[in-house]
């Protein structure tokens, strides 16, 4: 399983239709399951359907869109904070996707609008600085970077210029070390005391970092957030260990064409993708495990180099939360986001176990002191990190520390009971004694009187006490021997776990020393890479230096087993020292009571009577001497037995010292053996640097000879490119000229035709508005033809009324001629004119023959005056242009039309009603005159 926790947080989107309540749930293009919080689909198929490029993953958690702030930390963070705050161990969240899919909104939350109230919305950063103050008495500063552009700044500088973002804030270098990792140099470390004045600082840079605008999001942070918590926890007399927590605000991802980023924004942009796929080569070369690691890129980007030492998945608690929009637009966005996500998840650490150091504050140092030499040991060679052994030694630990933690507070307590009972059982034996004292005193000064029955009666009460006291199956006596030694094994168990405690820090400090020693070699080999042979020898000696300590400190610990069984038998001496005192008293006792029996003697009675009194007693005494005795034996038996299990124990650890000598020994053989093959490998890396150095000189002269011919190949390249070009040069000019002409030609022609056009415009025009005027004058020739004929009929008509006229008058004439004098002339010609009147106001009110005359003389005179003349020839071209109109008339009707619109013979042009008239005038003319 991966020791770097990869989840994948969805984020909400306004308008996403809720998810069905079927198990698999839809989120735009991607899908999770309701009981499967590891599952995660992601597909280009739309919201309703699963496109056939479905990928389906399994990560660490998946957050559906609607999982909180809090459920997000809980699962991811926390860990983090508590393997930095509990185990002593770095710990690192990264942040991961593209703009706005919910990235500092993960990591800040409402930082900026909540002040430090706790809400719902509070962001892993927040919620991590309350937990982490939860433990107190620890030294804790915080700082707040920002990697913008492959530059660091500090956003808690105080610097004037600082406060103007986007101004030109000095930027900062990252300084390694290799036993105090990478800081900041010049960078601000602002001590805070409290969760409230962490979360204060964290705030201000916030708002002093640079935000900017891309495409696709207005407020897209195109920079690298780094929030860095440092803890510093001291213990009297012994090195401060130090802890970093680290959260890093990753820019956005997206992809360059997407952004739309051009100019010095996809400058940004790939400064951005650089340093986020050196995150990825650096998270996965860590994941090998150490044989396999070959070179970590640290410092291809400024991000790694700053996180060298919070990194390493084997020693850093690591968690990946990767924001990803469910938008099917980013479909792609998100398959790439994810795909960074799963390259993750492959990674396989090689992290230690996790130990519980419960409350002993010592012990709790003790185990946060071995996690972080652990840490280091690890870091600087994985190879000689055994990690079996630390986890059974953490093990070890950790059942030790609840012992003595279990042990601190039972011994306590028993003896403090013990002795409040010893205490009570001294004063009472004392008063027991006092009473029994005054009593054979008395006894003693009465010799010849006879003991009185109360005294007699009070001393065998007393040592029937005493008795009792002393019997052997007195439980209380027993419950408190039991106690004593259970206090006495506890003591000394206490006291072997102090020795324990103290080959700990022993052992500690050798591995502080093999550190040390690890990180100078690791320093040496990276300095000597070139290395010879003699590097690997020191390596090899440093080596065997550090396992000769590793004896050293087995050494002491035999040592500190000595001192244990030290204290044993002192235990014992005391022991018996409390025997021989308890026998003494004994004794005091059977010469007081031999004392007492003599002052007896005289009342003989009373005195057998006391006598077998005191035999009893005695023999009572002698009892609780043989009790004495028993338990003496019993004890000197346990104080054996305690002896031999000590001995057994001792031979135990000096077999263990021995197994760790062989072991030792073994490793020896087994560093020797590695040395042997690191000094082949390095033979052979030498002989085959020497023979590539050797070939790469070849290749050398090679390309040097090389190069000397293309020189001078170029330069005839040279000479003959400014020939050819120089030739090009004037057939171009003289294209170009030739050109120029073309064009003034061409531009003349496009000028004639243009002329020409306009010309035929012209003439088609006027050779249709003559067709026209043709064909109207056609029509007018044909209706003056009818009017023609018209009056050609008149005139006819006309005719045929003057002969019939004449006719008349040559009768009148006859006439005349037989009545003359019959008439009178004058009334003859009255009658004439009247009659011609008549005929006028006939012909006045025929107003259609006036109308045809009228236009008969109009049609003439227009035919005469318009008619045009005969078109000029045409180019064939103009015709066709001009062709076909139907109203065209056809030439030789032009022709004929000539003809035919010739004007009039002026003696065509007479009215009829006036030729008559004439013809009448003519007629009264000729008659004889009225005188
Ligand atoms: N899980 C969520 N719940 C509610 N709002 C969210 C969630 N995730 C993102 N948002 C909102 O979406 C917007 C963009 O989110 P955020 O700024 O965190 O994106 P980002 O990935 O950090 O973008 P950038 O790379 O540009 O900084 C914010 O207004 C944020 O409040």
Redo the contacts with the bound molecule.
């Keep these: 399983m991966s020791s770097i926790r990869v989840a994948v947080?969805i984020?909400?989107l306004p308008d996403m239709p809720s998810p069905s309540k079927s198990n698999i749930q839809k989120h735009g293009c991607v899908s999770t399951l309701l009981d499967d919080e590891t599952f995660l689909q992601v597909s280009s198929g739309g919201s309703e359907t699963t496109g056939s490029d479905a990928d389906e993953q399994k990560y660490d958690y998946v957050f559906p869109?609607a999982s909180s702030q809090s459920n997000l930390y809980e699962n991811t963070a926390k860990r983090v904070v508590l393997a930095s705050r509990d185990y002593s161990r770095d710990g690192t969240i990264f942040f991961y996707?593209?703009?706005?899919?919910?990235?500092?909104?993960?990591c800040f939350g409402d930082i900026l609008k909540a002040g430090n109230a706790a809400t719902d919305e509070n962001g892993v950063v927040v919620r991590g600085i309350r937990e982490l103050f939860e433990e107190e008495g620890v030294q804790r500063s915080v700082s707040f970077y920002e990697i913008f552009k492959e530059r660091v700044y500090d956003l808690l500088a105080t610097t004037k210029a600082s406060k103007n973002v986007g101004a030109k804030i000095p930027s900062l270098n990252v300084r390694t070390h290799p036993t105090k990792g990478s800081w900041i140099e010049g960078a601000a470390e602002i001590n805070v005391d409290s969760a409230d004045a962490c979360i204060d600082a964290v705030r201000k840079g916030f708002k002093q970092r640079a935000i900017g605008s891309t495409a696709m999001?207005e407020?897209?942070?195109r920079s690298h957030g780094v929030v860095r918590l440092k803890n510093v926890r001291k213990t009297k007399g012994k090195t401060p260990i130090v802890t970093y927590l680290t959260f890093v605000?990753l820019?956005?991802s997206e992809r360059q064409t997407d952004a739309k980023t051009t100019g010095e924004r996809l400058k940004e942009a790939s400064s951005i993708n650089k340093s986020l796929s050196t995150l990825g080569s650096v998270i996965f070369a860590l994941g090998k495990p150490g044989n396999d690691r070959e070179h970590v890129p640290f410092r291809d980007s400024k991000l790694t180099l700053l996180l060298r030492n919070s990194l390493d998945p084997a020693t850093c608690e690591t968690c990946v939360v990767v924001?990803v929009s469910p938008c099917p637009k980013q479909y792609f966005e998100t398959t790439s986001t994810l795909k960074f996500a799963r390259r993750v998840k492959m990674i396989k650490g090689t992290a230690g176990g996790k130990f519980d150091a419960g409350p002993n504050p010592e012990v709790a140092d003790l185990v946060k002191e071995i996690g972080r030499l652990k840490m280091e040991l690890t870091n600087k060679n994985a190879e000689e990190a055994n990690t079996t052994t630390t986890v059974e030694k953490d093990l070890q630990i950790r059942q030790y520390a609840r012992r003595v933690e279990q042990l601190a507070s039972s011994t306590d307590e028993t003896f403090n009971r013990y002795r409040a009972k010893a205490m009570e059982d001294n004063y009472i034996a004392k008063l027991h004694n006092a009473t029994i004292k005054n009593l054979l005193l008395k006894l003693q000064n009465n010799l010849n009187q006879d003991p009185s029955e109360d005294d007699l009666a009070t001393l065998c009460e007393e040592i029937d006490i005493l008795r009792r006291k002393t019997e052997l199956p007195n439980p209380e006596i027993g419950y408190w021997r039991m106690k004593y030694e259970e206090s006495v094994s506890d003591n000394n168990e206490v006291k072997s776990l102090r020795a324990v405690n103290e080959n700990l820090v022993k052992e500690k400090q050798l591995l502080q020393q093999q550190a040390e020693t690890q990180q100078a070699l690791v320093a040496k080999n990276q300095a000597a890479s070139a290395s010879n042979e003699t590097a690997t020898a020191r390596e090899a000696e440093r080596q065997i230096k550090s396992l000769q300590d590793n004896v050293e400190s087995l050494e002491n610990k035999l040592d500190g087993t000595t001192k244990a069984n030290q204290t044993l038998s002192d235990n014992n001496a005391q022991l018996k020292s409390h025997l021989n005192a308890a026998t003494i008293q004994a004794a005091k006792i059977e010469h007081e009571m031999s004392q007492a029996s003599i002052s007896s003697l005289h009342d003989k009675k009373d005195l057998e009577d006391t006598k077998a009194q005191v035999t009893k007693y005695l023999a009572t005494i002698k009892m609780g001497k043989e009790l004495v005795a028993k338990l003496k034996h019993d004890h000197e038996e346990e104080m054996s037995q305690l002896q031999t299990e000590l001995f057994q124990q001792s031979e135990e650890l000096v077999r263990s010292k021995d197994e760790s000598d062989n072991d030792l020994k073994v490793k020896l053989a087994a560093a020797f053996k590695d040395n042997a093959v690191l000094v082949q490998r390095l033979k052979s890396i030498t002989e085959e640097r020497d023979s590539t150095r050797s070939q790469l000189e070849e290749a050398v002269t090679t390309i040097e000879s090389l190069e000397a011919d293309l020189s001078s190949a170029r330069k005839d390249v040279e000479t003959e490119m400014m020939e050819r070009e120089a030739g090009h040069k004037k057939r171009t000019n003289e294209l170009e000229a030739e050109n120029a002409r073309a064009y003034e030609r061409a531009d003349k022609w496009e000028r004639i035709a243009e002329e020409n056009t306009s010309k035929v415009q012209t003439l088609t025009q006027e050779v249709k508005r003559l067709n026209k005027k043709r064909s109207d004058d056609a029509f007018e020739l044909e209706n003056l033809q009818e009017d023609m004929d018209t009056m050609t009929s008149n005139v006819k008509f006309l005719q045929g009324e003057n002969q019939e006229l004449e006719e008349i008058i040559s009768r009148l004439e006859n006439m005349q001629g037989l009545d003359a004098g019959m008439s009178d002339p004058l009334e003859q010609q009255r009658e004439f004119e009247e009659e011609e009147e008549e005929e006028e106001e006939e012909e006045e009110t025929n107003p259609e023959d006036l109308l045809m005359e009228q236009r008969a003389r109009q049609v003439l005179e227009e035919a005469t005056l318009n008619l045009p003349p005969s078109p000029p020839p045409m180019e064939t071209s103009v015709y066709e242009d001009a062709m076909p109109d139907e109203n065209v008339i056809p030439d030789e009707n032009i022709e004929s039309g000539g003809s035919a619109s010739s004007p009039p013979s002026a003696s065509k042009q007479f009215s009829p009603v006036v030729e008559r008239r004439q013809t009448r005038r003519s007629v009264l003319g000729a008659l004889p005159d009225n005188e």
């Design positions: 947080r984020r909400p869109p996707g593209q703009t706005g899919a919910g990235k500092s909104y993960s999001n407020q897209s942070s605000d820019a956005g924001n």
